[in-house]
């Protein structure tokens, strides 16, 4: 599996912005929406923390194209998620990425200059621009043999079943 870098919501400002502004909901209603989400992730047994802003996400996916040149971008990512989604932490804040670069092993002065390299911010841009031109519009995305998306976040066994078919049709074993 190779993860692509995506952003769900580009138009999100540099500095992130609350979560209840971006959506324009009331707060009761979306701590109602977030509510749900804890359920669900307390049901599998994973942590998570509702994140107050909505992150701009553009340098941390910068950030791990660096990491994986560097060997650490499943590390990387781990942090980034556990920041994000556990810690409830802005991911366009530089000092949260140097910590999560170290976390996952980076040297956070090599990953934090990163973010100015050109050549990163295109590997980014094109995956992004490939990612428009195949028509993805939510997360996850599961995009099988070039040919197959499975979209969105489902229960494993919807997962397990539309993996199931694919294979099916595919012909593997």
Known sequence: M????????E???????????YFGRPREQVERMQEGLRNRAGELGLPFASPEILSNTRKAHILSEYARDEGKFEALHRE??????VEGRNLADDVVLREMAGRAGLDPEAAMASLERPDYRERVERSLE???EIGITGVPTFIVDD???VVGAHPYEALRDAFRRIVALEGHN
């Open 11 to 21: 138009d999100t400002p540099a500095e992130g912005i609350p979560v209840a502004e």
């Open 80 to 85: 980034l998620f556990r920041a994000n989604f």
């Open 147 to 149: 040919k197959y998306m």
């Open 2 to 9: 190779t993860w692509r870098p995506f952003e769900l919501h």
């Open 130 to 132: 490939r990612a428009r």
